[in-house]
């Protein structure tokens, strides 16, 4: 997966008028989630942005807390 398309799926499902630096918060905490699983020495099998969850507030608005879903081990 390429940062630029994890800002790109993030921008075309963003209702809530996301701006650039809150993008790019949001892609540097999914480097650092991809980074941790390295460092620990797991290796993600199915990294797709469909495997990517961004959690949102009560009002729909995104934070930059993500969780990497459905690593393929199956």
Sequence with gaps: MILADII???FRHSHSG???DKLLSIAKS???AIGKL???EIVHGDL???NLMIKATVDGELT???M???FGLG
């Design 8 to 10: 790109i799926l993030i």
């Design 18 to 20: 996301c701006d650039r």
């Design 30 to 32: 999914v480097g650092v």
């Design 38 to 40: 390295h460092d620990a």
């Design 48 to 50: 797709t942005t469909s």
């Design 64 to 66: 930059s807390e993500v």
């Design 68 to 70: 990497l879903i459905d």
